[in-house]
Structure formats: C-alpha cells, structure tokens
T-cell receptor, first 111, second 113 residues
Framework: EDQVTQSPEALRLQEGESSSLNCSYT??????LFWYRQDPGKGPEFLFTLYSAGEEKEKERLKATLTKKESFLHITAPKPEDSATYLC????????????FGPGTRLSVLP | DGGITQSPKYLFRKEGQNVTLSCEQNLNHDAMYWYRQDPGQGLRLIYY???????QKGDIAEGYSVSREKKESFPLTVTSAQKNPTAFYLC????????????FGAGTRLSVL
C-alpha cells in the first residue's frame, strides 16, 4: 500500500533559524513527489514537484530534495510569513487517481 | 485569471438534509478531484473524474455523490447517509501534461447544525 509520512508533526523556529521538514514515502513506481503550502482555512498552494532521485528545486528560502525513499524541504533563514502547514504528496504509477498525501508539518516561525 | 472556484466558503447542514458543494475551473483541465480534510490527517480522496461523464470512487466515497456533465464543473453532494460530514472539503484539478500538478480551490467548510 502506498504511504506517506511527514515529520515532525509541528515545528517552531525563531526567525532566521534554518531547518528541514521530512517526507518519507513507500510507493510502487513513483511518478512524482509534490510539496504544497497550506495556510489556515485555505486550499493548498503548489510549491514544487520532483520526479527522480537526486533532483532539487529552489524557490526563495525553500529548497526541496528527493531520494529514493524520502524528500526534504529545507527552509533557510525563515521569516514569520513562512508559517503554514507544508503538505507532501506522491503520485504512484498506473492509471487514474493515485495521489497520496501526508498529514503535513505545521510550521511556526516566531519573530 | 485562471483558477478553481469553490462555493460556498461556509455551509451548514441540517440532519437528514443533502447539500451540494460547487467546484468550477477555467484551467481547461480534464481531471478533477474532491478531497476531505480533517484535522491531523492527510487529504482523503472522495471522488475523481478523468473526463466528462465519467467518475470514479475514491477511498471514502460512501455518503457522497458527484456528477461531471461539463468539463468545467464537478459538484459534490453530501447526502444524509454521510453521518460525519463536518470537515473541510477541497476540490482540485490536474494538469495532465508533463508537470502533472494538482491545483486546489480555496475550500468549503461544512458543519452540521
């Protein structure tokens, strides 16, 4: 069964304190791994997609990396506006819908 | 502006009542999805549709129904058979090109009166 876990469940950082969020997955035939940001009461906002081990993507203070078993979302010198829940999802091979979402990491960045 | 519009933002259901959540997209995407989000859990798939007039059950379809008569529209009905409907409902559409990304609407929060 395809599965996604995320750790930690919640993370509190001081402004400027860099850290990483983890997404571990087991899936048959990974087609893609997706990171989303979700603010309270809003829909997820797409951040990155990664397709193969070794791939990296960057956007402002965020950098996503991918290995064969996990992905990391690195946050460098975060600001309070980076506070949100970060969701990881994988898409397995095969026809039809097969996106599996993790429960998310709730990030709080304190000024 | 292209995007996905969900309405209403908040919805209240009385016991025994069916309610319908609207989802419209102007991204020209073929595939559309409905997810349910509960606190501390990942998004769970209710229904999805790859093409007009066709849809498939997801992991938690019981107590829900959908239709897909137009490419742009994928409404979700929460029936009285769904005994625990209080949740945040998210609609998504997917770009089936090489990026294969799901884009989400702003969500509808459903509560029971």
């Amino acid at each position: 069964e395809d599965q996604v876990t995320q750790s930690p469940e919640a993370l509190r950082l001081q402004e400027g304190e860099s850290s990483s969020l983890n997404c571990s997955y087991t899936v048959s035939g990974l087609r893609g791994l997706f990171w989303y940001r979700q603010d309270p009461g809003k829909g997820p906002e797409f951040l990155f997609t990664l397709y193969s081990a070794g791939e990296e993507k960057e956007k402002e203070r965020l950098k996503a990396t991918l290995t064969k078993k996990e992905s990391f979302l690195h946050i460098t010198a975060p600001k309070p506006e980076d506070s949100a829940t970060y969701l990881c999802a994988v898409q397995a091979g095969g026809y039809g819908q097969n996106f599996v979402f993790g429960p998310g990491t709730r990030l709080s960045v304190l000024p | 502006d292209g995007g996905i519009t969900q309405s209403p933002k908040y919805l209240f259901r009385k016991e025994g009542q069916n309610v319908t959540l609207s989802c419209e997209q102007n991204l020209n995407h073929d595939a559309m999805y409905w997810y349910r989000q509960d606190p501390g859990q990942g998004l769970r798939l209710i229904y999805y549709s790859q093409i007009v007039n066709d849809f498939q059950k997801g992991d938690i379809a019981e107590g829900y129904s959908v239709s897909r008569e137009k490419k742009e529209s994928f409404p979700l009905t929460v029936t009285s058979a769904q005994k625990n409907p209080t949740a945040f409902y998210l609609c998504a559409s997917r770009d089936r090109g090489k990026m294969n990304i799901q884009y989400f609407g702003a969500g509808t929060r459903l509560s029971v009166l």
